[in-house]
């Protein structure tokens, strides 16, 4: 088959500055947004704005500028709740997506998890929904389980049924998109078992809030982290969502400025939520970048950017197919996945697939993907991972494909 | 001709010397590049002082396999205090290419291996 043009979907490629850069002549072709995303220009602009116009520190100062950077940044939270489908006070800056994941294991985890407990992950998730948990089982004497996954990278409703049969679950993080295998995991059905069992669920939705509508309300699940940068936004912020009554229960994670009511010299009292989370100087700009992020997905719409993540994805899946002795992981079906789609080619490591790519200026990912249990599972060392975003195309796909078949003839396969 | 991956590259990568086990050995050591998932371990036989024979083994790119292929024959019969003295433009030399930043590491595995096994220190070349 050869390259099918059809209108895109979603059309904002000029909104993108580093889009229009070129290597040896080549325009780039960005198929590594599962790392991080480009950034459209309102980004840009926005927290250039705030540093030009508005700076300043947030929450303390009685002047006027002061009150518009407060104003600005916690404008962006309420945005930024709207956007996914839940309140603001309950909406806590951290980090990153690890930031956030880590906030649940410390501070919910070390005051609930006695010796015996269980906390499950999966098979498929990224090194920052594993370890944190790893550090604070081995700390409180819990049981650190994993589910499997199926050839297709699908888990079981089944056998996490059994696992929460045996009584002992205190805790379920599970990857709403895996950042591997692009597997859409049903984390509202998974959210369900684990409440009707007693235990909380964690969804690390790094993968998914970026490129599908979330609506973390009616997941019903207890915990959802995610991060900007991989959603048009800005480095250096990410979201915890949680459940007030959980929260309010937690002590502190990070202490500090700000996160506090009253400090005497032998204890202290803390801030309410979300402020009780956000220890020190918050990344304010960041928010604002990231306010101008999702206000940015809205615009072009959330369901569109599902169906173009989805055709690009049902697009890649079929022409990916056409190079001899692929081999494509994760779920077959565009509908069961994200836009993500990792690959190996027999007789090229993925370390070279990616080096004879980015002679075509195409940008995609070799590695482990920071997923070295999967990696195990999947019984291979490395894959080479191409994933999308708003300002992708079917060309972009074109692309890659002509350049993988560049790489077979280099490798004289 | 591919600046990079050159027909004697493919050649080393496709079919690697001295690569399997080696049983029974003196001295082995195992690392790998979480940069690109790249493994590579190594089996050593010691007689008179001396690397009397040796085999790599794991998988990973063309450029760290072949580097273990083309060292692994100047490797055999060096006196093992020696192998402590090579530096990484003696892999490079070996290869007989250029090697980008972000090639470095795959290149120079084989010989962190090396070190490893002979000297039991890991640290090299950071």
Known sequence: MGAVTTRALVDVRADFPVLQREFDGKPVVFLDSAATSQKPVQVIDAM??????????VHRGVYALAREATELFEGARER?????????TTTIFTGNASGAINLVAYAWGRTNLEPGDEVVVTHMEHHSNIVPWQLVCAERGARLRYL???????????????????????????????????????????????????AVTLVDGAQAMPQMPVDVDRLGVDFYAWTAHKALGPTGIGVLHGRRELLEAMPPFIAGG??????????????????????????????????????????????????????????????????????????L?????????????????????????????????????????????????????????????REDVDTLVSALHSARKVFEL | M???????????????????????????????????GDELGVHI?????????LRFNGQGCAISQAAASITSDELIGMPVDRVEDLDADWVIDQLGIDISPTRRKCALLSLKVMRGATTGDASWPD
């Open chain 1, 48 to 57: 250039s704005a705030y540093y030009r116009t508005s700076n300043s520190n």
């Open chain 1, 333 to 393: 079906d565009a509908e069961h996945r994200g836009g993500v789609v990792s690959f190996a080619i027999e007789g090229i490591h993925a370390h070279d697939i990616a080096e004879i790519c980015d002679r075509e200026a195409v940008c995609i990912r070799a590695g482990h993907h920071c997923a070295q249990p999967l990696m195990r599972t999947l019984g291979v060392a490395a894959t080479a991972r191409a994933s999308f975003h708003v300002y992708n195309s």
């Open chain 1, 148 to 198: 499997s996954i199926s050839e297709t990278g699908e888990l079981s409703l089944d056998e996490i049924e059994d696992v929460l049969a045996g009584g002992r679950v205190k805790l379920v993080a599970v990857a709403h998109v895996s950042n591997v295998l692009g597997t859409l995991n049903p984390v509202e059905e998974i959210a369900a078992r684990a409440r009707a069992a007693g």
């Open chain 1, 258 to 331: 700000h996160m506090i009511s009253r400090v005497d010299l032998e204890s202290s009292s803390w801030n309410e939520l979300p402020w009780k989370f956000e220890a020190g100087t918050s990344p304010i700009a960041e928010a604002v970048g990231l306010g101008a992020a999702v206000d940015y997905l809205q615009a072009v719409g959330m369901e569109r950017v599902r169906a173009h993540e989805r055709d690009l994805t049902a697009y890649a899946l079929e022409r990916l197919a056409e190079v001899e002795d692929i081999r494509i992981f994760g779920p």
């Open chain 2, 45 to 53: 036989r010691v007689e008179d002082g001396k690397v009397a024979d």
């Open chain 1, 80 to 88: 930024v709740a709207a956007f996914a489908g839940t309140a603001p």
């Open chain 2, 2 to 36: 591919d600046a990079l991956y050159r027909d004697y590259i493919l050649e080393h990568y496709k079919n690697p010397r001295n690569f399997g086990e080696l049983e029974p050995h003196d001295l082995e050591f195992h690392d790998h590049n979480p940069l690109c």
